[in-house]
């Protein structure tokens, strides 16, 4: 069974950073693209950043250059550095793999929020 554990989450002022985490288990973790999503009050639920199991990494035009995401396989962990914080980035985050089959898992998400 699929188990996933964001943390990191908080509350921090405009410009200021953050970093989440994201502990799985329950699957092959290193041959598993990954992603972060987030979901904003009354806003469905997006893709901000994905790493494939080679490294290789896609961010959505909101967070290109100010988010980024890493991964390390021995400890089934991916991350997500956030450089620059909006008001607009606050959303409850979440991690999960990519692959269509895992599409009903999700975690209970970590909660950011932006301060202006």
């Known amino acids: 069974q699929l188990q996933l554990v964001e943390s990191g989450g908080g509350l921090v002022q405009a410009g200021g950073s953050l970093r989440l985490s994201c502990a799985a288990s329950?699957?092959?973790?290193?041959?598993?693209?990954m992603g972060w999503y987030r979901q904003a009050p009354g806003k469905q639920r997006e893709l901000v950043a994905a790493?494939?199991?080679?490294?290789?990494?896609t961010y959505a035009d909101s967070v290109k250059g100010r988010f980024t995401i890493s991964r390390d396989n021995p400890k089934s962990t991916v991350y997500l550095q956030m450089n620059s914080l909006k008001p607009e980035d606050t959303a409850v985050y979440y991690c999960?793999?990519?692959?269509?089959?895992?599409?009903?898992?999700w975690g209970q998400g970590t909660q950011v929020t932006v301060s202006s």
């Open positions: 999960k793999p990519t692959n269509i089959a895992y599409r009903s898992y």
């Open positions: 329950g699957l092959i973790f290193s041959i598993n693209s």
């Open positions: 790493i494939t199991n080679s490294g290789h990494t």
